[in-house]
Every structure is written in structure tokens, then in C-alpha cells.
């Protein structure tokens, strides 16, 4: 069995060559960097659940840098850092999650066409693995990874002009990549166009992406990461912002839209490996612009948009109704047994025209 984080690592470690392949052209001192990059992690129980580092990894989907409004292109520096931090999946299980920014998906990047961004990754110096960024909205070798591989307690920087807009993934890309996606290290950045995009009342940022891990579903206790069940492509987990139903009224809380109000849902899919069949239950799309290609016309009226491993989607939904809209991947076992929910909530009067659950 190929499932214990530690033999993973040392694995990890050893196909990057880390403390030599992995320092070269990096901006810190070399010898400490090596110290902890091969230092043996804690091995976690098997019996129990761990003890968690942060209380929640689940992004805040309201929490998104606000539209852009200006018509210049300009310079923005951007800096992550990334974590492995133990957090639960859902209560009494838990799982060393690794992280953009300690959330997933990571803090999402928004810039205009023609900027150009400096990008800055640090590798947390308690983490245990390296770690890099691969932007889909960057134009160069491994988008930004091959300049961006940083050992724990090491820095790196790069740039790169944001030539085309829409909206991308972007993911961590060191050799084990689907086990780090899957992890959790995976996030957007937004490109908008030079003209900006439609005003909405609301904007929401959401990420899918499936874990597999030694236990089963909802099994108490610690889960380690599974690769024979990542090669195999059944997960115990799939998960939106990398909880079991983290964005809902019984967990963190729901954001809300009043009736006649819009609101723009930004979804990036992870993976690593399944897609996401995306929709609304209690709703429609009312305009999907597939694979975040904002520089296309948008599709209308569509009730489930696909949005694959390592893209995006963008999409709105006008608020007519009172009541949940439940966010899901509508191949429903993964909601209904793996936990891939999330809910906006519609506050305002009923509108009987359009829906009348009691009707004289
Ligand atoms: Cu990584």
C-alpha cells in the first residue's frame, strides 16, 4: 500500500531531488531550506482523529478582491503561501489538507487584461513537501511552475503580463500533482477584460475537487491519503470549497441574494480527476460562459454546465424566488453520500406568478 503521507513524501522528496534539484536558481539559504525539507513529518494515528492546526480550510465565497474599475493596465503583486495543515473534512475526521493561502480553493486572483503580475510563492517552513503555481492564464514554460518550486521556508518569484482574459484554474504542479490538487492546492485567477464585466449585485467564488483517502466516507478518525484509490479514481470525498457541505446553513453559513437581485458564481473544478456536472437545484443558469471564457458569448438558460478538471466556469442566476438554491454536482452520489454541496440562499417576498407552492 502506497497510502502513508510520510513514505509519500520521503518518496516526493526523493523524486525531486529535494535539497538539490529543488534549490537550485531559489532565492534562500540552501542548507537550512534542506534540513527541513527532508526532516521525517509527525506519522499520524490511525486510531484517532488528529488534533487540527486551523479550525476551517473552507474558503469564504464571499471573499473575493472586488471588480476591477479602472482602464489602465498596471502592475499588481500577488503573494501566496502555501500550508499542509490538519483540518477536519467534516467532524471527527480529519486530514492533512495542503493549501493556497489555507483556504480552498486558494485566494482568488483578479487582475485586467494587460496587466502584468509579479507573482511571489512561499513555502510555509513548516511544511513538509515543495510546492509550486501553474496559472492557466500564463503564457510560459509549466505556466509559472518550472520558476516557482519552492522548498519549505523558501521564496520565489515571477512575472508574467495577463495577455488574455477569462477565467483560469490555477494548481499546484511539483511531480505528485494529483495528490497535492486533490489536497487542496488549486485556486483561480481572473483575467477581466479590458472593459470589465457586467455589474451583479453578488458575486460568489466556489472549487470541486475530490479527495481520497485510507478510510471511508464519514469513518472517524484521521484519514491519510490514499494513491491506490487516486489511480483508480474513486474518491472517498468530493468536495466543494474542501469540506463536506461547508457552505451551508447547518455548517459555515450560506451567502444570500434578495429576490430581483443577481448574482455571479465563479467555480473553478480541481479534480484531479472527475468533472463536475455544475447546477443550480431550484434554479437555472441564466448565462454559463464555459470554461470561463469570458471573451465568448455567453450560453443561456443552461442547467448543468460540465466544468472539468483544471478549468472554470462562470456563471449567473437571477434571484425570481424565495428559498435555497443548492449548489451540486449533479452526478448526485457525490452530493447525496461524498458531500458536494453548497447553498445560496434567496431572501424576499413570494413571487406567485413564477412559483406558487400553494395554490387555492
Ligand atoms: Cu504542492
Known sequence: ????????????????????????????????????????????????????????????????????????????????????????IEPG????????????????????????????????????????????????????????????????????EATYPGAFIYHCAVPNMDYHISSGMFGMILVEPRDGLPEVDHEFYFGQQELYTTGDTGEEGHHDFDMDAMAAEEPTYVLINGERAAITPNNYGSPSIDVGEDARVYFVTGGPNLDSSFHPIGSVWDKVYPQGAIASDPHRFVQTTPVQPGSCAITTLHAEVPGNIKLVDHALSRVARKGALAVISREGEENTDVYDPDPA
Open 93 to 160: 475526521v480529519t486530514y492533512e489538507y495542503m493549501t493556497f493561502d489555507g483556504q480552498i480553493p486558494g485566494s482568488m486572483i483578479r487582475v485586467r487584461r494587460g496587466d502584468t503580475v509579479e507573482l511571489t510563492i512561499t513555502n510555509d517552513e513548516s511544511n513538509a513537501m515543495p510546492h509550486n503555481i501553474d496559472l492557466h492564464a500564463v503564457r510560459g514554460p509549466g505556466g509559472g511552475a518550472e520558476d516557482s518550486t519552492v522548498a519549505p521556508g523558501e521564496t520565489a518569484t515571477f512575472r508574467f
Open 1 to 88: 500500500m502506497s497510502t502513508i503521507p510520510e513514505q509519500t513524501r520521503r518518496r516526493v522528496l526523493q523524486a525531486l531531488g529535494a535539497g538539490t534539484v529543488l534549490l537550485a536558481g531559489c532565492s534562500s539559504s540552501g542548507s537550512e531550506t534542506q534540513q527541513q525539507a527532508t526532516s521525517t513529518p509527525q506519522t499520524p494515528s490511525q486510531n484517532g482523529a488528529q488534533s487540527t492546526d486551523v479550525d476551517r480550510v473552507a474558503a469564504d465565497p464571499t471573499d473575493i478582491p472586488a471588480p476591477i474599475d479602472r482602464n489602465t493596465s498596471e502592475t499588481i503583486e500577488v503573494e501566496m503561501t502555501t500550508h499542509e495543515q490538519v483540518a477536519e
